[in-house]
């Protein structure tokens, strides 16, 4: 059902975790029905220097939030807002047609953990 | 590594026996039992050996039984054939929340062509209430099916009170025994039910052989239509070697039952002791009226899908029922319907032992399973509960 690269990162997930001072949180989902993806940022000088993640879900769920801290760390924020979800499931291998929508919630909870950040430099 | 497989409510493997009584109707005694020479009154007799074992499992004639492919042909035989061939008396169909769906799409078809459909909630251990069935009845009621015992959370019925209901108002009952029939003792004429499903590969037979018990003298509308075969009411050339492994595993299931529930048994009840001393898990279905070799669990704060994984990278074949791990993406109507919250349903995991299952086995699950949900938890969210209500009635992690 999932690509090697998924079981991998369900398997061993890099960057698990939270980040006590991040500088932004974003969360994204619903557990009544689905898959809940939390997302901590650090930044400085514009680039995500450092990332983790909690998530609540199934193997791709999980695939996808190790990927997409993988894929922003050291990028500038402009840089991360340009992820989306076919980058991540595409750098995955690919995800089931039926997790597309409910798992791949990376670029979402990225795209929060960046707003919350924003709001607070103000 | 070790393996265990654990999910043997999904199915089993076939008894060696059985593998060996069908092996000769594959290419030696091949005939279609309907051919007139030799070679088809072998297969013919065969066919018939198999009913007489069936029967006996179930303490029916063998003219009650009738073969089908799988169980769930049965139950759709049972629900369509007999609201069809009784919808001159009424049209209004019982079944209750707990049901496979073989049964719930069934009685939706039949919602579609015109019946009128009650859907009977549960209690919080899965039971379907005797006193419910009997407050849903109407003059229009002519079919009550309640499954003999859940698949998903162990929870025996109580269906011989049931029977009793529906006998004393002249309703036709159907038991969907697919969990039960050839793992606990199943007795039509004790249960009081008219018509009852099983399926082979539930207790060590192949799978694709099915059958449902038509008590003597019931008339029921066919499936399947064409020739002769299953006094005309299942018609289509017989599965000759996987009718004949039915009957065998029918015949080992019935000697051998007692001796495979009582060590069942032993194993189910230290895996759920063994599981119970970790933190937030529960367990699913009755605690004493279960299946002697199934142990349901909802775990807090993870998803059963991500468990499941884990489990088999450790060559733990485990169920669940969470809305990740099925295929429509939604979360069991089963735990719903018994009060389990839909966060809680996320995290389920279910345990089938079979015949096969040591205690060695009982000890590797013990030993790895807190691990996984350990895992799991330092990853989830919600580690430290669910949080509080959001706009939307998402839960908002705690910080």
């Known amino acids: 059902m999932y690509t090697a690269k998924v079981m991998d990162h369900f398997t061993n997930p890099r960057n698990v975790g939270e980040i006590p001072d991040a500088d932004g949180i974003g969360t994204e989902g619903n557990p009544t029905c689905g898959d809940v993806m939390q997302i901590f940022i650090k930044v400085k000088d514009d680039r995500i220097i450092d990332v983790k993640f909690k998530t609540f879900g199934c193997g791709a769920a999980i695939a996808v939030s190790s990927m997409i801290t993988e894929l922003v760390k050291g990028k500038t924020i402009d840089e991360a807002l340009a992820i989306s979800k076919e980058t991540v499931a595409n750098e995955l291998g690919g995800l089931p047609a039926q997790k597309m929508h409910c798992s791949n919630l990376g670029a979402d909870a990225l795209k929060k953990a960046i707003e919350d950040y924003r709001s607070k430099k103000k | ?399």
Request: with cysteine; net charge neutral; charged share 25%.
């Open chain 2, 1 to 399: 590594m070790r393996k265990c497989y654990f999910d043997h409510v999904a199915t089993n493997p076939l008894d060696r026996r059985v593998f060996d009584a069908m092996t000769p109707y594959f290419m030696e005694a091949f005939g279609n039992p309907l051919s007139l020479y030799d070679l088809g009154a072998k297969a013919k007799e065969a066919i018939e050996n198999a009913r007489g074992q069936v029967a006996a499992l179930i303490n029916s004639k063998a003219s009650e039984i009738i073969f089908t492919s799988s169980g769930a042909e049965a139950n759709n035989f049972a629900l369509r054939g007999i609201a069809l061939a009784r919808q001159h008396e009424g049209k209004h169909v019982i079944v209750s929340k707990m049901e496979h769906h073989s049964i719930l799409n069934s009685a939706r078809f039949l919602e579609k062509a015109g019946f009128v459909v009650t859907f009977l909630p549960v209690d919080k251990h899965g039971i379907v209430e005797p006193e419910i069935v009997k407050k849903s009845i109407t003059k229009e009621t002519t079919l009550i099916s309640i499954t003999h015992a859940s698949s998903e959370v162990g929870t025996i019925e109580p269906i011989k009170e049931i029977g009793r209901i529906a006998k004393e108002k002249g309703i036709i009952f159907h038991t969907d025994a697919v969990a039960a029939a050839g793992n606990i003792p199943v007795d039509v004429k004790e249960l009081g039910v008219d018509l009852l499903s099983m399926a082979a590969h539930q207790f060590y037979g192949p799978k694709g052989a099915g059958a449902l018990y038509v008590r003597e003298g019931l008339r029921i509308v066919p499936l399947i239509y064409g020739g002769i075969q299953e006094n005309g009411r299942r018609a289509g050339t017989e599965n000759v070697p996987a009718i004949v492994g039915m009957g065998k595993a029918a015949e080992l299931a019935k000697d051998e039952m007692a001796a495979r529930m009582e060590q069942s048994k032993k194993l189910r009840d230290k895996l759920i002791k063994g599981v119970s001393g970790i933190e937030n898990i529960y367990l699913t279905g009755h605690p004493e009226n279960r299946l002697p070799a199934h142990a349901s669990f909802t775990v807090e704060f993870i998803e059963g899908e991500a468990m499941l994984l884990l489990l088999a990278a450790k060559g733990i074949y485990a169920a669940s029922g969470s809305a990740c791990s099925s295929k429509a993406l939604k979360a069991s109507p089963v735990l719903l319907s018994m009060g389990v919250s839909s966060n809680l349903a996320q995290g389920s995991i279910v345990f089938s032992l079979g015949k096969g299952s040591t205690e060695e086995d009982i000890d590797y699950l013990l030993a790895e399973f807190p691990q996984v949900i350990k895992r799991l938890r330092e990853m989830s969210p919600y580690a430290k509960g669910w949080g509080t209500k959001g706009e939307s009635g998402e839960c908002i992690p705690q910080k």
